[in-house]
């Protein structure tokens, strides 16, 4: 009778595992970029596809976007292959902002400049959102 509970546990654990990988396939419900360790608020509440459609942005690199070495952007090339994270590092370098900042003025920026969606702390970093990842 020793092997059943582990053999249920490791049953448990592959069921939660598939779970998870399903689960990733989802539309991403919030940003939680993995380069801020020891989140300081909730993972900022952002449904990609339905955001995107509501706010009727037409071009992936108005967020996702490309800069030449001269520091200007490329309108036509887009880098939603990549996070912000790979280019946006904690801090600042040169014209590039650091991370949050560029979240924030990012996100903030077009709220503030289209006068709709949330520029509040606690309207983008919701405390108990159930995000699935
Ligand atoms: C309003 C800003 C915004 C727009 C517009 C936008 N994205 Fe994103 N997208 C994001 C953010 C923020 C992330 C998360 C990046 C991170 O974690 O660093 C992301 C992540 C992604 C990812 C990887 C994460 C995943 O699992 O979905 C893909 C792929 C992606 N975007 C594709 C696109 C495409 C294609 C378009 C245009 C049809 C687009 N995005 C338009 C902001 C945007
Ligand atoms: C391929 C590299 C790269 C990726 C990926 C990238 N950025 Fe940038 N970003 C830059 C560079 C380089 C600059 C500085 C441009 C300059 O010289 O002024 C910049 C500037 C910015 C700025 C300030 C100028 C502006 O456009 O308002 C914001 C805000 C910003 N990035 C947000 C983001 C966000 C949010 C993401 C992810 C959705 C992202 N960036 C992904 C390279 C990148
Ligand atoms: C280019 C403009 C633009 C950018 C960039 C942008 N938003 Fe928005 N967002 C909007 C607009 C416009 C609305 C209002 C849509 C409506 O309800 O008409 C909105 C609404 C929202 C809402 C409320 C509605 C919802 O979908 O839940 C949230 C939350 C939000 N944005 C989060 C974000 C986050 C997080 C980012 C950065 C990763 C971001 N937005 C970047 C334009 C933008
Ligand atoms: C329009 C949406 C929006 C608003 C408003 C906003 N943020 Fe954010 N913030 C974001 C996004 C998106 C990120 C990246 C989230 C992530 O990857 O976990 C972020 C990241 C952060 C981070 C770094 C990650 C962490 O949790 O340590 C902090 C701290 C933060 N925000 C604090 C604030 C504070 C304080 C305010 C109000 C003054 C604020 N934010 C307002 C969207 C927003």
């Given at each position: 009778?020793?092997?059943?509970?582990?053999?249920?546990?490791?049953?448990?654990?592959?069921?939660?595992?598939?779970?998870?990988?399903?689960?990733?396939?989802?539309?991403?419900?919030?940003?939680?970029?993995?380069?801020?360790?020891?989140?300081?608020?909730?993972?900022?509440?952002?449904?990609?596809?339905?955001?995107?459609?509501?706010?009727?942005?037409?071009?992936?690199?108005?967020?996702?976007?490309?800069?030449?070495?001269?520091?200007?952007?490329?309108?036509?090339?887009?880098?939603?292959?990549q996070r912000?994270?790979d280019c946006?590092?904690?801090?600042?370098?040169?014209?590039?902002?650091?991370?949050?900042?560029?979240?924030?003025?990012?996100?903030?920026?077009?709220?503030?400049?289209?006068?709709?969606?949330?520029?509040?702390?606690?309207?983008?970093?919701?405390?108990?959102?159930?995000?699935?990842?």
């Amino acid at each position: 009778m020793q092997k059943k509970p582990r053999c249920i546990i490791a049953s448990v654990m592959v069921s939660l595992f598939i779970l998870a990988a399903v689960r990733a396939q989802d539309e991403m419900m919030v940003v939680n970029d993995p380069a801020f360790k020891d989140l300081r608020r909730p993972p900022a509440v952002f449904r990609h596809d339905e955001h995107n459609e509501t706010a009727q942005i037409e071009d992936c690199n108005e967020c996702h976007h490309v800069y030449d070495e001269a520091g200007q952007l490329v309108e036509d090339e887009s880098s939603e292959d990549q996070r912000c994270s790979d280019c946006h590092e904690l801090q600042a370098s040169g014209d590039k902002p650091a991370l949050m900042k560029a979240f924030h003025l990012n996100c903030k920026g077009c709220h503030q400049e289209k006068k709709k969606g949330p520029v509040m702390c606690g309207q983008c970093h919701v405390r108990g959102f159930a995000w699935a990842e």
